[in-house]
């Protein structure tokens, strides 16, 4: 494999689209794929009840997804921990979720993005909100590619 992705998670499910987006990304171009949960504040105690569930939460997502699937529990500022993360990584794109605005909801909201573009060379994939339609109709053109 040459290349990683990392995707930045939560337990939403404009979240989960974009893990799914990511994985299929790294299925269909033999990238690795590491799925990176930040817990907001840097000085959380080990084992707490947040951080535990957070850890599982991630577990389950990478299991869904593909055995191959690496994983990175952090703490601290959302836009530090990623970019630190894609630098230690190597990566080659982020990719986040984004959720609707405005009245129809065909504009996208993510503020991490942009931020995250100030601090990090490293281009940013916007995935788009989850419908149940779209979502098999992406994931079914990305495993319809990867088997030509």
Do not use: K, W, Y
Not at 95 to 118: D, F, I, K, T, Y
């Amino acid at each position: 494999m040459h290349g990683t992705i990392v995707c930045g998670v939560t337990d939403s499910a404009e979240s989960r689209a974009a893990a799914q987006l990511a994985a299929a990304l790294a299925s269909r171009l033999g990238l690795r794929l590491v799925l990176a949960h930040v817990v907001p504040g840097g000085d959380v105690a080990a084992g707490s009840g947040s951080d535990g569930d957070a850890g599982h939460s991630l577990e389950a997502l990478a299991t869904a997804l593909d055995d191959d699937v690496e994983t990175r529990l952090l703490h601290g500022n959302r836009v530090d921990c990623l970019a630190e993360v894609a630098a230690e990584e190597g990566a080659d794109v982020i990719v986040l979720g984004s959720r609707p605005r405005g009245a129809r909801g065909r504009q996208l909201r993510c503020a991490l993005a942009c931020e995250l573009e100030a601090v990090q060379s490293v281009p940013v994939l916007i995935a788009p909100p989850a419908t149940h339609a779209r979502s098999r109709h992406r994931l079914a053109f990305a495993e319809a590619a990867a088997r030509r």
